[in-house]
């Protein structure tokens, strides 16, 4: 059976042999029988040229496909010039390592709205990622920005804007985070709440967004304000059944992350789970 969809893990899983690292996450990636990994450039970017070209070797070896994470200091719609330059440097330079080590996806939280209406935050984003998208294109960095539906309600990334964006900029695409979604008010948690989502994916991006999907999935503890913490699916009241089962009857194809606090284990419960389902 062909699998159009890949599971992996949000960082090197966590029974990776210590010291751990990206190349033995890649392997252990690969022994659980998952498919694809994020890397981890949250707190910076913290690998050289040398190793990016030893970790490409080893997830061609293995078969396994990777992604990144940009930084979280990143707010494209700072006022702070400085803060401002120094986000559009952490994503160019995620996005650079990401084309030395062959992943294909830079996932990144555009910002925060600040004081600024929902409408004035979009059009300051969307400017500073039209410009970076160039910059990248022009240097021939083969790499898909992926913007990330936010978890909280102060936070740039409404699926909209997040929709809007990936139909607005070349080279913008992107992250659905569905535990972010549920966060936000509770819902997008049953069969058809996911199939609504889905189809709008289609209905802005076509066939191509449905057959290059970018998920995060994991358990999510939220209040009014929306995310507070990632949680086990198990423990959690993510309905990830359901989702699987959307993404099947949809045809849908791309990665699944897993964020969960237990990383491998939750991954490969939606690997298993979404294997089984015929
Ligand atoms: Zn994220």
């Known amino acids: 059976m062909k699998n159009g969809l890949l599971f992996g893990t949000a960082g090197t899983p966590l029974s990776t042999e210590n010291p751990q690292s990206t190349i033995k ?10 498919d694809c990994m994020e890397m981890e450039f949250v707190r910076g970017v913290n690998m ?3 190793t990016a070209r030893d970790v490409e070797q080893v997830a061609i070896e293995n078969g396994i496909k990777l992604s990144a994470h940009a930084p979280y200091y990143i707010n494209l719609n700072a006022s702070d010039q400085q803060k401002l330059h120094d986000s559009r440097q952490r994503i160019l330079q995620s996005a650079r390592i990401c084309a030395v080590c062959g992943a294909s996806d830079v996932v990144l939280h555009a910002g925060f709205y600040l004081k600024n209406t929902p409408e004035k935050a979009y059009k300051t984003i969307a400017k500073q990622l039209t410009q970076l998208s160039d910059i990248l294109r022009a240097a021939n960095t083969n790499v898909t920005l992926r913007v990330e539906v936010s978890g909280k309600e102060s936070q740039f990334g409404s699926l909209t804007e997040v929709l809007t964006l990936s139909t607005d900029i070349d080279g ?3 992250c659905i985070d569905f535990a972010h979604q549920h966060a936000k008010g ?3 948690n049953t069969y058809d709440e996911f199939v609504i989502i889905l189809k709008r994916v289609e209905k802005r991006l076509g066939r191509h967004g449905l057959d290059n999907l970018h998920l995060h999935v994991s358990g999510v503890e939220y209040t009014d304000k929306g995310e507070k913490k990632h949680l086990n699916l198990r423990q959690s009241d993510f309905n990830y059944v359901d989702l699987l089962r959307a993404l099947k009857d949809f045809d849908a194809k791309g990665r699944i992350i897993c964020e969960s606090p237990n990383l491998e284990e939750d991954a490969v419960l939606l690997k298993q789970t979404y294997m089984a389902m015929s």
Not at 25 to 34: A, K, M, P, V
């Open 25 to 34: 996450g890649i392997r252990r990636i690969r022994e659980l029988g998952l």
């Open 48 to 50: 050289g040229e040398n």
């Open 172 to 174: 913008i695409a992107p």
């Open 186 to 188: 509770g819902k997008d």
